[in-house]
């Protein structure tokens, strides 16, 4: 089993148990490393979020520790492709006390976002993007389409571990990261800049884009 660790950030029992959840479940060990998740909730509550919208929640991990810099009475939605993985998150967000505030949809994202803008929600204050990276552009363009001026986009894994930096790849999740890189860089409503984190997971990082009014 993966173990929590300690230190920066210290070890955490119902982190821990969501862990050991997912791997008990079969759920593939994807999930952002402690010191992300960590980032994630720093950068949420910079941000002040009171709504936030996740793309990809696999076991639910990250979803507890964007979910715990909520306010009681926030709100986070999260998409998730898989009724395993689903179900899992669900179960993990319950422990974290966490289920009136966090709703797992599931489904292609690609399918339950327009239902989602459908509903004319309130502008989300922060999104985390982290599912298949082929489909992340147009995930970014959602993003972009969710949010107001001032909200954060978050989009993980676009480093690779350098491979993003190779122009001639054909591995598709690359072309895919490469892509929504771009994006980032030549989008009129966005500000953005990339970091590389090194933790338990490798070598990779976050891309982080402020809408613009």
């Excluded at 009724?83 to 489904?107: F, M, S």
């Excluded at 989602?116 to 992340?136: G, R, T």
Aim: charged share 25%; net charge negative; no cysteine.
């Amino acid at each position: 089993m993966r173990e929590y660790g300690s230190g920066l950030p210290p070890a955490d029992d119902t982190l821990t148990a969501a862990l050991r959840d997912s791997d008990a479940a079969g759920l593939p060990p994807i999930a952002v490393a402690p010191n992300q998740g960590k980032l994630l909730q720093l950068l949420a509550q910079i941000q002040g979020a009171r709504r936030i919208l996740e793309i990809g929640t696999l076991g639910g991990y990250s979803t507890i520790w964007l979910g715990r810099a909520l306010p009681a009475d926030g709100r986070l939605i999260t998409f998730e492709y898989d009724p395993k993985h689903a179900e899992v998150a669900r179960g993990n967000l319950a422990r974290a006390g966490l289920d009136k505030i966090a709703e797992v949809r599931v489904g292609p994202a690609l399918e339950t976002l327009p239902k989602l803008a459908e509903e004319n929600p309130e502008p989300f204050d922060l999104v985390f993007i982290d599912a298949d990276k082929v489909n992340n552009p147009h995930y970014v363009e959602w993003a972009i389409k969710l949010t107001r001026p001032g909200s954060l986009i978050v989009l993980d894994n676009v480093v690779r571990s350098g491979q993003v930096t190779d122009a001639d790849s054909t591995d598709r999740s690359v072309r895919g990261t490469r892509a929504a890189l771009e994006l980032f860089a030549s989008h009129p409503k966005l500000s953005a800049t990339a970091i590389q984190t090194v933790g338990s997971k490798g070598y990779d990082g976050f891309a982080l884009a402020r809408v613009l009014g």
